[in-house]
């Protein structure tokens, strides 16, 4: 299984930026898929996922980020807008089959990508 991320970059406060996920080697139908974020000194957090076609955040992108996901191209998105400082990270992209004490949880999902890295500046 292979998940490359791709689309970070550097941009200022307020601007938006559009992170994809290509998946290869599962059946992409059969995932939830999602995004975690690593920012420096920090531990590695939930940022997004879609589960059972629903999409859940974590509160503090709520309202600036949008998930969403291509099933014929294998390929998830994740939209984000009026951007922070403070969302500096590495994203990673996600897949698991994920239960609901678990989907906010690195346990949760068993695939993981590389990693794509975001900085904003302020």
């Known amino acids: 299984v292979q998940l490359q991320a791709s689309g970070g970059g550097l941009v200022q406060a307020g601007a938006f930026l559009r992170i994809s996920c290509s998946a290869s080697?599962?059946?992409?139908?059969?995932?939830?898929m999602g995004w975690f974020r690593q920012a420096p000194g920090k531990e590695r957090e939930f940022v997004a996922v879609?589960?059972?076609?629903?999409?859940y955040y974590t509160d503090s992108v709520k309202g600036r980020y949008a998930i969403s996901r291509d099933n014929a191209k294998n390929t998830l998105y994740l939209q984000m807008n009026s951007l922070r400082p403070e969302d500096t990270a590495v994203y990673y992209c996600v897949a698991g089959q994920t239960i609901l004490s678990s989907y906010q949880t690195t346990a949760g999902y068993r695939y993981w990508g590389q990693g794509t890295e975001v900085t904003v500046s302020s």
């Open positions: 080697g599962l059946t992409f139908n059969n995932y939830d």
């Open positions: 879609i589960r059972r076609r629903n999409p």
